[in-house]
């Protein structure tokens, strides 16, 4: 029973860190895109890249950002999921031949 509470808590873990990661790398692209904009002469820059961040979000949302990283977020935590059930049955497989 402790080999499943650890595999679940494994899972868990790895949904949870694959969902956030994407929201993290996107917050950051677009606060380092605003701060960009406090550089003399760089507003416009800054403003192109939070709009073509908004847009790429925008196409995997229907038409909305918001729903754009959810999205991307859920993707990336059915893979995550996905990668850790396969290390899990490797690593058991893998015991059970040695």
Avoid: K
């Amino acid at each position: 029973m402790a080999i499943f509470t650890n595999f679940l808590r494994s899972l868990l873990l790895t949904i949870i860190f694959s969902f956030v990661a994407p929201m993290f790398i996107v917050g950051g692209l677009l606060l380092t895109a605003s701060l960009i904009g406090y550089i003399p002469n760089q507003q416009g820059i800054s403003e192109a890249i939070a709009w073509r961040v908004m847009q790429f979000l925008a196409t995997f949302g229907s038409g909305i950002p918001l729903h754009g990283i959810l999205v991307i977020s859920l993707t990336c935590g059915f893979v995550g999921a996905l990668f850790d059930m396969y290390a899990y049955y490797r690593g058991h497989i893998l015991r059970i031949d040695s």
